[in-house]
């Protein structure tokens, strides 16, 4: 079986006028289905910058990335729509939930996209929202929630296609411990369940629920550890 | 609020074509009724563009006998276009009255509502009979009831004071509006023989003529010119023939080209208001590009994130275009009610100002729903 994950050489470098700044360098690195990583590392080390690239957000400059097997290089912005769509769950630390738009109908975007039909669609929203503790606060608003429930809310949102991957990108940065520790909770779950969870943190506690460990320093993977490895 | 700006363009631009296209209907179908009152096939002749007249110029009534005789069919009724002024006293009761005189068979191609008694007929104008017949409105003024057939009314005629027998009394039911354009006038109207009313001798000037209904109006007016011309030994050129007809086309055009102008201020402020949709959704593009780089991350492609915009322009502007058709008709509700004429409004105009509007927005919104769909993802979602 292919490898879920699969980066070679993978360079990114961002150009701002005659500024240049290699924010990856040469990253090589393989995931498997089912795994639990946490990304660290100092910051502007280029952790989110991967994230992105995973995510089908951004491009590399150059190397060779392979989800499932595809080549997102050579696939087209409706293409990577699509991908992002069925396989991949963002879990932003800025919540990024849509405005002036119910959480209920934030847990149906995916789902709208993925032309899944409005009964079914509403259904399965409750459902993921009883399931994050929501289910009495589907008519509300982003803004009238905390900033532990509009997490949860992206959670949902994130899971609402069944995508076998979450990338969080410091998912616990904006929020209090005891949130932080119900968050986690939810993605330790959910990987129980067989989905692969990825998320950048800076903070060791947060990094413990995780299975491996991948620490960057300016572009590059300097550590990359097994459970117990690294946590002192 | 800002986008109630936004719709303004619109609004007034959808309000003025709604509210030219009824004012256009409604001034069509006044001019129709107006027409219908004065008699479509009606026309007028009269001795025009002579220096030094002859008294043969005029038209005698052996004249109007041989006109008659020679063009039987084609034309249905021929008198002399004449009118005379006389006050007229009962008791107290003073009225002011116009004698229009008539030969008989005027009722018969102009509709005379008779309440009571009976028209000026054929008898009447053959022994000059010294008969009248009242508008209702004289009736009631000069003997405080409609009903005043019997009655002796004393006019001015030709200087001559004459005794007149009331044979009838009719209502005028010409359409407000004419009545509205011609004003206030002080005469009340009735009808007299004109064989009573002039010396057998007397030269008219003009000639009220109503032509056949299945008759070329102005050809048959041309060959009565003709005709007359050669008569009286002048050329066509000195005897003018007016019709209706002409003159309603005249007016129709001058109606048409009113609107073309006005339709053509309407047009502008449609594109003002396109431009300032255009305006509004460029602005909402670039406030939402987070909004728009979330959608994406979540799975949204090129054409739903177009549609979304699309669709919003489009209602923004639909709903200008509604509120539009709304304060149009009720502009030309209020300036109709202001000087008594009835509107029209077509149905089909409101649909195709509302329809049209959602073009507009779907026309000016396309550039910034193009802008937003094209939006890279990961720009979008570090947007600030
Ligand atoms: N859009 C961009 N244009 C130019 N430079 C960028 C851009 N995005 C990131 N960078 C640069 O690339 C480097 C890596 O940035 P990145 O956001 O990946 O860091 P990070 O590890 O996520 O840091 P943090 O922990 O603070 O979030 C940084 O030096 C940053 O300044
Ligand atoms: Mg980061």
Known sequence: ?232 | MRSLLTMLGIIIGISSVIAIVSIGDSMKGVMDDIYKDIGKNRAYMYVYNIEEFRSTDFFFMDDLEVVKERFGDKITYLGPSESLRSDVSVKKNTVKLNMICVDSGFDKVQHVKMLYGRMINKSDVDRKSKVIVLEQKAALQLFNRENATGEVIRVKINNYMEDLLIVGVYKNEESPVLSLLQGQSPYEESYVPYTMAFPSNYGFYGLDIFIAENQPVSDVGNEIVSYIAKLKNRSNENYMFYTVEEDQETLNGIVGGMSIAVACIAAISLLVGGIGIMNIMLVSVTERTREIGIKKSLGARTKDVLFQFLIESATLSAIGGVVGTMSGIGLVMLGGSIISLPIVVNPISIIIAVAFSMIIGVFFGYYPAKKAAKADPINALRYE
């Open chain 1, 1 to 232: 079986m292919s490898k879920m994950i699969s980066i070679k050489n993978l360079n990114k470098i961002y150009k701002n006028g005659s500024v240049e700044v290699h924010a990856l360098k040469d990253v090589n690195l393989e995931i498997e289905h089912g795994e639990f990583i946490a990304i660290m590392g100092q910051s502007g080390s280029g952790k989110s910058t991967l994230m992105n690239i995973i995510g089908c957000l951004d491009r590399p400059t150059s190397g060779e990335y392979l989800l499932d097997g595809i080549d997102i290089s050579k696939q087209e912005q409706d293409d990577l729509s699509l991908i992002r769509n069925k396989k991949i769950g963002f879990v932003f630390q800025a919540f990024n939930l849509i405005p002036r738009t119910n959480i209920l109908r934030n847990v149906e975007l995916p789902m709208i996209y993925a032309k899944v039909k409005s009964s079914k669609r509403k259904q399965r929203s409750m459902e993921l929202l009883e399931k994050v503790g929501l289910g009495d606060r589907v008519n509300h608003l982003p803004n009238e929630l905390s900033g532990g429930q509009k997490q949860r809310v992206a959670i949902a949102r994130a899971l609402a296609n069944t995508p076998p991957i979450i990338l969080a990108d410091e998912p616990t940065g904006n929020l209090d411990t005891q949130s932080s520790e119900d968050i986690m909770e939810i993605f330790k779950s959910l990987n129980n369940d067989g989905t692969s969870v990825i998320l950048v943190t800076h903070e060791p506690e947060i990094a413990r629920f995780a299975d491996r460990v991948i620490v960057f320093r300016d572009g590059a993977i300097i550590e990359d550890s097994q459970k117990e490895g690294v946590l002192k």
